[in-house]
Each structure stands twice: as C-alpha cells, then as structure tokens.
C-alpha cells in the first residue's frame, strides 16, 4: 500500500493499449480512494469529476514510459473501456446521411377501439 502511495501509477486502457498516468501525491491518495474495493473499474461507473480529472491529466501528457515494463511501479487501478473527449480543435468523424423515412400507411385502429361508443 506504501508503494502505491509513493511511486503509483493509473493504468488507461485505450483503444491504442495501455497507458500509464504518473500521478502527483495527492493525485495518489485520491486514486487510492476511487480503487479502494477495485482494482479495475469501467469509465462508466466513474463519477463525472473523476473523469474530467483524467480527462486533464491525459490532456496535459502525463503519462509514464517504461524502460523495463510496467513492473517498474506499483499500479493503483486500471480504468477499462476509456474513450476519451473530442478536444475543440479536433473534429468527430462526417456522420452518414440520415436515410429517407417512408410515411406510415394508415392503419385500421384495433377491433376494441372500433367497438366503443364516443
């Protein structure tokens, strides 16, 4: 547990593989707290200032290259499925022309609703 306070780092899985979040002390013993009772947690169980913490630190490159692994510190928790925000400068793919909609044929109302009297 000391470990991961000292030298602890936060696994991302990304659509490109893993990566690594080097992590200040405080970032740390927050980390610690959200990984308490998991070691692996989907981004959509998150709280939404979680995710904007990890949104800023990926958005500032923190992450940590290995010489030897990822054997060389300790990881706090590993957050699966993560997709992160399109920044503002970036663009989200063209999206499909939306496809003509046929007008609904009439259809004759259900034998009870012909029945009742107005």
């Known amino acids: 547990m000391t470990d991961k306070l000292h030298r602890g780092v936060v ?5 490109i593989g893993p990566r690594y979040l080097q992590l200040t002390f405080w970032q740390r ?27 800023g ?8 290259q290995f010489a030897h692994g990822a054997e060389e ?3 706090i928790g590993t957050v699966e ?12 793919p063209p ?7 046929e007008e609904v044929p009439n259809i004759s109302p259900f034998a009870a609703d012909g029945s009742r009297k107005s």
């Open 11 to 15: 696994e991302i899985l990304t659509p």
């Open 29 to 55: 013993v927050y980390f610690l707290w959200i990984f308490r009772h998991f070691s692996t947690l989907p981004q959509q169980v998150l709280g939404r200032g979680t995710v904007n913490r990890i949104e």
């Open 57 to 64: 630190l990926c958005a500032r490159q923190s992450f940590v």
């Open 73 to 75: 510190a300790p990881v």
């Open 81 to 92: 499925r993560y997709q992160s925000k399109v920044l503002p400068g970036e663009q989200l």
């Open 95 to 101: 999206r499909r022309p939306a496809g003509r909609i």
